[in-house]
């Protein structure tokens, strides 16, 4: 049978596109790609790249202030927010445009449109034509989600931060997640009041224990409220409910008239409410807002693709099920990506795009290799980590474990008179040396981890991090200096 196309990638993130381009220019193959929005996906457009511009921008009162301590005369103004965030769009489009120019310059043909699956071998558009590929790429990534609350809708989501035309001066984040703190973090530091209502017992559920503890003790130490076991219970506008102010220990927050008037010209972004929110807690906690922010988890993009007409398995929460080779249950159809539920990464999107060329273009079947990956959360201070928590090494029942870890304050803090400590742990099996994880707590603790990663991803042992000569005076070195360890368990 002759297909139009060898490969149609339907998703123009960075997995996507890294698949058709390479497919394209390194394969010969023909390749066409089809986006609904933007090319870039979450990552460049929602995500990552502009977050990060915001942790950049919410950096500078503290880095001014800090520039005080060591005799620098300098002021903090108030944030021009406009002014920002049009150069934040422009830099996006910038990106876009790069990507678009990636797929042109290899061939790629592309469709502005929204594409869905007629058959294992057709891709139907948006205007009712129809393409046909011997292979289906699934690139379409994920989506916020608001809690099944009544009125969630008054409340915004990470899509919308963006593109607010005024910041708020009072906010609620419900969640705990890194999304939540990254933004707890940001906005505090663009000096919004910033409260966290979580269901969990702490923040950052999945990482380190006593990484994450320092990293929520440095947030309250800033100004961040924290209500932990805070699941939120209802939202409503505010009206009638101005009396009610935020209840215990932490802090107290009441309607704000200013505010009020303030917002009363605002558009709303995707629905959220104009105008003063309240919400209540299941604890009990309550206060009045003049916006909410869900951070409750993500949703992979595949509702009414017809994915399961075609026969492909999803998931209970709308993931699609596939192999070690990103294939699904249906020979010409694969997926990579968030779409796929495995590991929300962008660059490990772009790594199973990768894989998912070299093993059906390049005829070198290669499975994904998810293992000892490292991230970081850009709080403030960041957290990087690579390998098992403390908790799963003393858990995998597979021997005794040490413990190396320290926390202190670094020089630059020490010396203007900052409070804020740092924490480098390592988590080492005792019987074969190898370090199982990493844990960094850190001013730049990303650009940190990532260096660290190779180490442990090579299967180092403390005794190779021992021996590799310290760089002083820095604060990665204590990563290399740790003798003795805190504990065994």
């Known amino acids: 049978m002759a297909f139009d196309y060898d490969l149609f990638v339907i998703g123009g993130g960075s997995g996507g596109v890294r698949a058709a381009r390479v497919a394209a220019s390194e394969t010969g193959a023909k390749v066409a790609l089809a986006e609904e929005s933007r090319y870039g996906g979450t990552c460049v457009i929602r995500g990552c790249v502009p977050k990060k511009m915001m942790v ?27 002014k920002f965030q049009q150069k934040m769009a422009g830099e996006l489009d910038r990106l876009e445009g790069v990507y678009r120019s990636i797929l042109s310059k290899a061939g790629v043909e592309t469709f502005d449109q929204r594409a869905t699956i007629a058959d294992p071998h057709t891709v139907k558009l948006a205007d009712g034509t129809t393409k046909t590929a011997k292979h289906i790429l699934i690139a379409t990534g994920g989506r916020p989600t608001r809690p099944d609350l009544p009125n969630a809708h008054l409340g915004i989501v990470s899509d919308d931060i963006f593109h607010l035309e005024t910041l708020p001066k009072k906010i609620l984040i419900v969640g705990g997640g890194y999304i939540a703190c990254e933004f707890a973090c940001i906005l505090n530091g663009l000096g919004v009041d910033v409260t966290i209502f979580h269901r969990g017992a702490q923040i950052l559920r999945g990482f380190d224990d006593e990484a994450r503890g320092l990293v929520a003790d440095v947030m309250r130490s800033k100004g ?10 209802e939202m409503a506008p505010a009206e009638g409910h101005e009396a009610n102010i935020l209840t215990g220990s932490d802090a107290s927050m009441g309607a704000d008239a200013e505010m009020q008037a303030d917002l009363a010209d605002e558009t709303s972004p995707k629905g959220a409410a104009i105008g003063p929110i309240w919400a209540k807690a299941m604890n009990g906690q309550e206060g009045v807002f003049d916006m909410v922010f869900f951070a409750t988890g993500r949703r992979p993009n595949t509702d009414d693709m017809g994915l399961e007409e075609a026969g492909v398995a999803l998931k209970r929460n709308g993931a699609i099920s596939v192999d070690d080779y990103s294939q699904t249950g249906v020979p010409s159809i694969y997926a990579i990506g968030d779409v796929t539920g495995r590991v929300e990464l962008t660059p490990v999107a772009i790594r199973e795009g990768m894989k998912f060329v070299e093993t059906v273009f390049k005829g070198n079947p290669t499975p994904v290799d998810h293992e000892l990956i490292p991230s970081a959360v850009f709080t403030q201070p960041e957290l ?11 858990e995998r029942d597979a021997g005794p474990v040490e413990i190396y870890a320290t926390s202190f304050r670094p020089m630059k803090q020490a010396f203007a008179d900052g409070t804020d400590r740092v924490l480098m742990k390592l988590v080492v099996d005792k019987e074969s040396r190898t370090v199982l994880g990493c844990h960094i707590v850190a001013p730049d603790a990303g650009e940190m981890i990532q260096l660290a990663g190779i180490a442990v991803k090579m299967g180092a042992t ?3 991090f021992d021996a590799t000569c310290a760089v002083h005076p820095t604060m990665a070195e204590e990563l290399v200096t740790m003798r003795h360890p805190v504990r065994t368990a």
């Open 56 to 82: 950049f921008a919410s950096s500078y009162p503290a880095a001014m202030e800090e520039a005080q301590a060591y005799g620098w005369d300098v002021t903090t103004g108030p944030l021009d927010w406009p």
């Open 224 to 233: 961040i409220t924290i209500h932990t076991g805070a699941s939120i219970l």
């Open 384 to 394: 990087g980590t690579i390998g098992m928590t403390e908790q799963e090494a003393i």
């Open 462 to 464: 403390k005794e190779q």
